[in-house]
């Protein structure tokens, strides 16, 4: 029931919020939300850090003809997900429009997105994580079209043509595993139970990488991005680029790096090359963007790059430094959409060439353009702020592994912070315009999530172990799952295994 | 032949002016030897000035002394020699521009009556005070 | 009046008809005179604080090496008869009380926080006026000495040299260190006199303004001002009435008074004042620190002190709040003590509370430039012919001179266009 009651509280305060009279709409959510946040909190309290198995496991028989069973169970990497989801879920709906069309459909969408959310993090069978994984298109779907903004509903399609098409891949993925593997049913106990040898493996994590690689999104598949966030209304953007992008790494982490640790290790030195290349490549992007919004989406994906590249290299501090990056990104994210949309509100723009002067101390937005300039400054890892701790991990736990791949993750930061300092420079500094600069007050309730995150990106940044200790366990037995040596598998091989060669190749030694 | 300062007791309609002279303590100045180019505002002239304007400068004799000294020019300058310059140099220091040669304007003050010879100078009757700046 | 003219082409033609038909820079509103006068009562009371310690500095502090208390007025300043206010005044501009005004009084004693504390307590909690604006004021009239060349050129002369030696010599007499410094370098030390005359300066002209805006803002309550003409009609006849107003320098040191600037030495309050601070505060001014970086380079500040253009009709009142900012100081003097009317109103725009020092600000400068107006047309009055005047020739000379004042007011900072809107908050 411990698990279940994450899936189930959101469900309910969603059910809640219908019940409830619109005008109550927002507090009931808020309830909604803060309920499991607690449950989750509380959760950290009871978890056996040094249990690096799943724990807290569920489990009862649903479709067993399908291989389908409800087992839940959760490890590190679980915990500090449903974590940042229930966290962010709580942050988003508080900083929803206080007039928001509509209330009631909104806050029960974003409660049902956020439990199935948690679902997909919990599911301990893949045909269940594969339900809530597709299950969570429906709701953001609706609330992307309904409470977007500009060509909203192109938005919208777009997003859900992609994640449909990473859905099919990786369902393509999960059913190999099943079928070449010849495992019983879908639970990952029982998959993690084959061995494949490893060009099948290669072959299983092509369809994984690029399925997954969509919902990260990677580079060049990562055009529904931009076009999706700027779309979103702030809420629906922390939930997007918070919480569900990080669906795509959990999943490579969990199918790719634990399942199918040897294909994983003849891939990795690409994944890391793609990771750079996203760095790099959006950060790029990032600093020609004249929309301080499509700025930030960008800055989303080029950061999401850095969780890719210490997945990739896959040693213990790479690895913790990737989850953390995780948490880091989603904290990051939430704090820049939810500026970004108060800037918006008040100012009526997001054009760079618009905005000027906001750190006016009195007539600007003083607060916003502060946790605005520290929300940077922690995305561009400045030390004492959440995402240093996880990039220098990254980092150093990459450089061991893959030089280049490493440095030009380096280079990034620095690209980081020329598009902050861009942003930055344009929005907070310079003259207010006397023209225009009548923006409304912000309230303390629209400070109040930025607050919160400030408090936790500071927090976190000045003691980062309480974010790394989590994570610890189960990379003790992902290092006892990667292989010692080194693997090679040649381009022969993998086609040899589309040509439907049987003769197994020679794994060298 | 009367001084400049005779001329203007004895004619009517500058009453305020010879207060005013007497005030700024200029009668023996004025008595002196020159010669003198004088722009002398009538009462109407001063009567057009902002209420309290005269009474507070003749409290304050320096001040008022300044004001009238910008109406007197050194050496003799009569109508006809006055249409050849565009400027004079009043004895205060400031310059007193001619707008207009015909009528003859000093400033934004019109003469009246032009050419009034005295002992030490010469008197033209305007219609404004005129003020330095 | 029927205007024989053709219409000014002048970019600001709009004000330039409204000034040649007697009217101010600022449009004509009841909001508009509304708040000028409330600004001119809130002006006012810190005023009535700069103006006598200006003198008491100028007057009785003097060359005091270290003057940590000079903005500790002492009670023979406070009670000291302001020359047009009171019973006691030959020419009563206001028909209130000549020593200082009572809520002054009320808020060197308590505060803002309400508390009698020691004054030094207020002092170093910063609960009181800031006399570094009407310093700043001071020194910027003193540093653009090119707009007071006959005052100027006094410091310079041998009776002025005479006259502060003597008050140096008594100032410091038995004092050897500062004799001996005078020896050696006895130009700081006038240069020092210099400056306490421009205290003395600005002092007497801010003598006159505070009972004036008293007083408009007395007749404004009692319903006597019809419209904003009216009110600049008023400092119209103000200037006018004490143009001749003496400005001299006295020092006292003990008993004695030696007149470094005597009152013979002819300096009228129009001429070595009341224009000198115009053309310094409202237009040129310095460059406020900390607000603004300048490029050199850009030739972002002018090579050209004349090109100056920093005063309060050109600023931009919105980056207030940083410390040390003149008009920033002058601000929070005002908010104290703005009639409820003025801080009702402020709290129906914008931010209310929050931005009511900019909101003032721009007031202020609303104010100000119907300051200037009345400026403007009484040097129209003084220096060119009557709006009513019969001849053409002299309506197109004030329409020129008109035009030429509006010209100071065509570069892209002014706020002339601004105030003409009542959105400009």
Request: proline share 6%.
């Amino acid at each position: 029931m411990i698990l279940t009651l994450l899936i189930g509280l959101p469900l309910l305060g969603a059910l809640a919020v219908i019940l409830f009279p619109a005008t109550k709409a927002k507090l009931v959510a808020l309830w909604g939300a803060g309920i499991p946040l607690i449950w989750n909190i509380w959760l950290f309290s009871q978890f056996d850090l040094g249990n690096s198995h799943f724990q807290w496991g569920e489990s009862a028989t649903w479709l067993p003809v399908l291989g389908l069973n409800y087992e839940l169970g959760i490890d590190g990497l679980g915990l500090l997900m449903v974590a940042l989801n229930t966290f962010l879920t709580w942050i988003a709906i508080y900083s929803a429009r206080p007039d928001v069309d509509r209330p009631r459909l909104f806050y029960f969408l974003m409660l049902l997105t956020s439990s199935v959310i948690s679902g997909a993090f919990l599911a301990q069978n893949f045909l269940l994580f594969f339900l809530f994984y597709e299950a969570c298109l429906i709701p953001l779907y609706l609330l992307i079209n309904i409470w977007g903004g500009e060509r909203r509903s192109y938005a919208a399609t777009k997003f859900l043509i992609y994640t449909a098409i990473s859905g099919a891949l990786i369902l393509i993925g999960g059913f190999g595993l099943l079928w070449l593997g010849g495992a019983e049913n879908f639970s990952y106990a029982a998959l993690a139970k084959t061995s494949l040898p490893v060009q099948k493996q290669v072959l299983l994590l092509l369809p994984l990488a690029i399925g997954f690689g969509i919902k990260v999104p990677m580079v060049p598949l990562h055009t529904w991005l931009p076009d999706t966030y700027v779309a979103a209304s702030t809420p629906v953007a922390i939930m997007l680029g918070g919480v569900l992008a990080k669906l795509g790494t959990y999943g490579l982490l969990r199918f790719g790096f634990s399942l199918l640790p040897d294909g994983w290790a003849v891939i990795a030195p690409w994944i890391a090359i793609w990771a750079a290349m996203t760095i790099i490549y959006c950060a790029f992007l990032a600093i020609v963007q004249r929309d301080i919004k499509r700025m930030v989406a960008y800055s989303s994906v080029s950061h999401m790059g850095y969780v890719l590249l210490g997945s990739a290299a896959g040693n213990d501090l790479s690895l913790s430094g990737c989850i953390a990056q995780m948490v880091a990104h989603g904290l990051v994210l939430a704090i820049l959409f939810n500026l970004v949309g108060l800037i918006e509100a008040k100012v009526g723009s997001r054009e760079l060439d618009q905005l000027n002067g906001l750190m006016n101390p009195v007539r600007g937005l003083p607060f916003v353009s502060a946790t605005l300039l520290l929300g940077a400054m922690s995305s561009a890892g400045i030390p004492g702020l959440v995402s240093f701790a996880a990039e220098f991990a990254v980092f150093q736990g990459s450089y061991r592994v893959f030089h280049w791949q490493a440095l030009m993750g380096v280079v990034g930061t620095g690209l980081t912070a020329v598009y902050f300092v861009i942003l930055l420079n344009r929005t907070c500094f310079g003259r207010l315009d006397n023209q225009r600069a009548y923006f409304p007050k912000v309230s303390f309730n629209e400070k109040a999530p930025a607050l919160i995150l400030v408090t936790v990106i500071i927090a976190l940044g000045v003691q980062p172990n309480w974010l790394f200790r989590w994570s610890e366990p189960r990379e003790v037995k992902a290092i006892e799952i990667v292989p010692r040596n080194q693997q090679t598998v040649t381009l022969e091989d993998i086609g040899g295994l589309l040509l439907g060669s049987t003769e197994a190749p020679k794994i060298v030694d | 032949m009367a001084t400049i300062v005779d001329i203007a007791l004895k004619t009517p309609g500058f009453e305020t002016l010879v207060a005013a002279v007497q005030a700024a303590n200029l009668v023996e100045t004025l008595q002196s030897e020159g010669p003198f180019t004088v722009f002398a505002p009538n009462d109407d002239a001063f009567a057009k000035l902002p209420p309290n304007t005269v009474n507070n400068l003749v409290q304050n004799p320096p001040q008022l002394g300044r004001i009238l000294c910008y109406h007197v020019v050194s050496g003799l300058w009569d109508a006809a020699q006055l249409q050849t310059v565009s400027e004079l140099v009043s004895v205060e220091g400031s310059p007193i521009p001619i707008r207009s040669h015909n009528p003859l304007e000093i400033k934004n003050a019109t003469v009246l009556a032009e050419d009034v010879r005295a002992s030490n100078g010469i008197i033209h009757v305007i219609d404004t005070v005129i003020l330095m700046g | 009046m029927t205007a024989p003219l053709p219409p000014s082409t002048h970019p600001h033609a709009d004000v330039i008809h409204r000034l040649e038909a007697g009217g101010s820079m600022l449009p004509d509103t009841p909001e508009n005179l509304m708040q000028i006068i409330g600004i001119y009562k809130a002006y006012a009371v810190p005023m009535d604080f700069y103006w006598r310690d200006l003198l008491y500095i100028g007057e009785r502090v003097f060359l005091e090496p270290l003057p940590f208390f000079k903005y500790f007025l002492s009670k023979p300043y406070l009670d000291r008869h302001n020359t047009y206010a009171g019973d006691q005044s030959t020419l009563r501009v206001w028909r209130g009380r000549g020593e200082a005004h009572p809520e002054l009084m009320e808020f060197i004693d308590k505060g803002v926080s309400g508390r009698r504390l020691p004054r030094l307590l207020h002092h170093l909690g910063h609960d009181r006026i800031n006399m570094e604006f009407a310093e700043a004021c001071m020194r910027s009239m003193f540093w653009h000495e090119d707009i007071n060349p006959k005052f100027n050129a006094y410091l310079y002369t041998e009776a002025y040299k005479t006259a502060a030696d003597k008050a140096i010599k008594a100032y410091f007499k038995g004092n050897i260190a500062m004799l001996g410094l005078y020896k050696l370098f006895p130009e700081m030390f006038l240069e020092q006199v210099r400056q306490r005359s421009y205290y003395a300066n600005l002092g007497l002209f801010w003598e006159v303004m505070a009972p004036v805006f008293f007083e408009m803002s007395d007749i404004y309550d009692e319903g006597g001002f019809k419209g904003v003409p009216d009110a600049m009609e008023f400092l119209v006849n103000g200037i006018f009435a004490v143009a001749g107003r003496p400005i001299y320098h006295h020092v006292y040191i003990g008993d004695e008074c030696f007149e470094i600037i005597p009152k013979s030495a002819g300096f009228t309050w129009l001429y070595e004042a009341a224009l000198p601070y115009v053309e310094a505060i409202f237009y040129r001014t310095t460059p406020f620190r900390g607000t603004k970086s300048y490029d050199a380079q850009m030739q972002q500040v002018p090579r050209d002190q004349a090109d100056f253009h920093y005063g309060i009709l050109y600023a931009d009142v919105f980056p207030v709040g940083s410390a040390g900012i003149p008009p920033t100081l002058l601000m929070h003097d005002m908010m104290r003590f703005l009639p409820p009317y003025l801080e009702e109103y402020y709290h129906q725009h914008c931010r209310g509370e929050d931005d009511q020092l900019i909101q003032l600000g721009i007031t202020f400068q609303r104010s100000m430039y119907n300051v200037t107006s009345a400026v403007i047309q009484a040097l129209r009055a003084a220096l060119y012919y009557p709006l009513d005047d019969s001849n053409p020739e002299h309506l197109m000379a004030n329409r020129r001179f008109f035009e030429a004042q509006m010209d100071r007011l065509t570069r892209s900072e002014a706020r002339l266009r601004d105030i003409q809107t009542a959105d400009y908050r």
